[in-house]
């Protein structure tokens, strides 16, 4: 596998995975793996979209973690799509993920995507509106970090037009950003199902917010008992443990 000068290979720790990622580019971090946990519920044989896939870590888990039949990641990024590719490649699941270099927002008006085809969409869309909090100056991460080529609402009207009656998101987020979040899954007619908050300490507020929703559902909100990521000591919690896999 040729390497550009400016990347590297990781190791997942988990199941032989690895992946690409720039030096300084914007790398993967927990929110991904848990919202690959998040979404391992999908059934057997389902075929998805993962929109905004940047390295491919969530299709990447995904397959690993499932029976999924078929997962194709959306990337606008042209070299970041390149990349994620080669990640695909590395990891011999050519038959299980796609990567389409694709900006979300042509989705709407032209037919590059099925429409009601798939049974899920998973996302890890960008948390930052676009000119607020601090600018980044390398532009894979500010594209990253902020609804700089697609903002929330178009994630979500997306995901309307391509899943099937009944079909499931999933989607980590911030919790700054839940009330945006229900508003616009309402407005496209998902119907939120299921809210896990995410602390880095039980003492601390909610960093994270792992949501479900479901396309033409009744209304039915399940709020699941917290995710903590550390305890008192500053380690992994026996969960972040079992999610990640690793024995203490």
Known sequence: MNLKKDERIDDL??????????????CFGIDSILISDFAKEIKSGSV?????????????????????????????????????????RLNNLQDKIEI???????????????????????????YKKQDTGKTNKN???YLSRHETTANLETFIKVTKIVLKDKGSIYMVHRPDRLVDIL????????????IRFVYSTIEKNPVLVLIKGVKNAMPFLKIEKPLI???SKGEYTDEIYKIYCKNK
């Open 48 to 88: 998805g979209l993962d929109l905004g896939t940047g390295t491919g870590i969530i299709s990447i888990l995904l397959a690993a973690k499932t029976n999924l039949n078929k997962i194709i990641g959306i990337e606008v990024q042209k070299d970041i799509a390149n990349m994620a590719k080669r990640s695909i």
């Open 183 to 194: 508003e616009l899954m309402r407005k496209y007619k998902i119907e939120p199902k299921k």
């Open 13 to 26: 720790e988990y199941s032989g995975l690895k992946i690409i990622q720039k030096e300084n580019g914007f």
């Open 229 to 231: 990521i550390y305890n």
């Open 100 to 126: 389409k270099n694709i900006d979300i927002r042509d989705i709407e008006q032209k037919s590059l995507i099925e429409r009601g085809k798939f049974d899920f969409v998973v996302t890890n869309p960008p």
């Open 139 to 141: 532009e894979y991460k």
